[in-house]
């Protein structure tokens, strides 16, 4: 770059060399954008940026279980350092059958810093489409939840499903595939460190917590997922088929903004 002396001022001139180092820095920021963008971050975080350090004495017995996928087809997404790093070790892929109906992996969206986390079950028509969970019919209503019901906005939560490619017909994801998809949802909680997982509806809820409990049970009560608290409540979808069963919701909804707003332990 080079100065311009005025009488009172200098000014910067752009050279041509400047402008191709200017024009580097543009595509540079611009690729680091889109890969946020792939791991479903469309906002940076408000809070912390950096990475958020376990509080002291936490339990996280997140990697612990990871540790033997280091070198495995996981080993890429063992060691990475962010939902970049993550979504990027994923790549296009073919570890399940799912993998073969799919329009698109729908990895997970929101603030990769968020104290909240939602995890469905698995994408339908409208996410494989779109690429982004919960953005149907059922998407809305949840979106619905956060904003109406919780005075957040979408941005400030993560969203995720327990598998991410769609089951054909959108039936329930089976034993294999849920396994496929596992240390990947591991991955992602460990990366988000939530304080708090809403598990939407009895299949997330029971392939979470390994149970066969029914949800009427499991629901309103708090739970332990790899040393995370997790509130169980009813699935969006079931909401529109059952709209009495909303104030059950609401309940657990309230349980989880109380955790949010006590200070953290
Ligand atoms: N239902 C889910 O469980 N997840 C989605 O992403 C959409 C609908």
Redesign the pocket.
Known sequence: MMLRYFQNSVEPVLEYSDQEEFQRIVDSVRRHLQRKERAGIRLLPRRQIGKREPEAGAKMTLLSDLEGHLFSDYGAAYKAGDLEDLRDAIGDCRRCKLSSGRTHL?FGVGNPRAEIMFI?????R??DLQGE????R??QLLTDIITKGMGLRREDVY?A??VKCRPPENRNPEPDEIASCEPFLIKQVELVRPRVIVA??K??VQSLLKTKTPITRLRGIWHDYRGIRLMPTL???YLLRNPGDKKLVWEDIKKVLAEIRSPSA
């Open positions: 729908v469905g079950e698995g994408p339908g409208d996410e969970p919960f953005v149907g059922a998407g969203i499903n327990v939407l509806g299949f997330a699935h969006p979808a």
